[in-house]
């Protein structure tokens, strides 16, 4: 079964830091293009950051130098570490493989911002 789980949102302070963890079974993350977007209330749902099987990443201009993807193969495990994060930030954050075959999407973590 082909599953993402994504963890470690909540609430925090603006300007403080959290790191999502997505726990991928069925699928290598070092095999699929692994993304993190989030999707305020009312908004569209939009892409934060990816990786690519090669490791090279792209990040939204909201988030450059806020935020970094990364990847743990042995673990098959995809990073989001947020720092200096801020109200706008809020939302929920879902994790996402893409590989030719199908998209996998996690469930999502509320991360939430307060000024």
């Known amino acids: 079964q082909t599953q993402l789980v994504e963890s470690g949102g909540g609430l925090v302070q603006a300007g403080g830091s959290l790191r999502l963890s997505c726990a991928a079974s069925?699928?290598?993350?070092?095999?699929?293009?692994m993304g993190w977007y989030r999707q305020a209330p009312g908004a569209q749902r939009e892409l934060v950051a990816n990786?690519?099987?090669?490791?090279?990443?792209y990040y939204a201009d909201s988030v450059k130098g806020r935020f970094t993807i990364s990847r743990d193969d042995a673990k098959n495990t995809v990073y989001l570490q947020m720092t200096a994060l801020k109200p706008g930030d809020t939302a929920v954050y879902f994790c996402?493989?893409?590989?030719?075959?199908?998209?996998?999407w996690g469930q999502g973590t509320q991360v939430t911002v307060s000024s």
């Open positions: 990786m690519l099987t090669a490791g090279d990443s």
């Open positions: 996402s493989a893409r590989t030719l075959f199908r998209d996998v």
């Open positions: 069925g699928i290598l993350v070092n095999a699929a293009i």
